[in-house]
């Protein structure tokens, strides 16, 4: 099994922001780039998950910092002396 790679957890940073910013930021003033607040922070939520995923996907494609040795291959005694 593969190790696990911890920061693919920066994937829920978004849908926290969503679920849990919106009832904080659900008022209509004040206008962010001439929008209402609420709706320039589900844009805000929408554009980072696109950084956020764009960055996971650059992690996935670098190569592995150190190769995976395997399994440990057992050692291997001359014919006819026992252990």
Known sequence: MARA???????????????VGVPFANRVRPYVLGL??????????????????????ALDRRPPSEPDPGPA???RLPRGEAP
Do not use: D
Not at 5 to 19: E, G, N, T, V
Not at 36 to 57: E, K, N, Q, R
């Open 73 to 75: 291959e057992p050692a």
């Open 5 to 19: 790679r911890l920061y693919r957890w920066l994937a829920l940073l978004p849908a926290l922001a969503i679920l």
């Open 36 to 57: 209402p607040f609420l709706m320039f922070w589900i844009l805000a939520c929408v554009l980072l998950t696109s950084a956020v995923m764009a960055g996971i996907g």
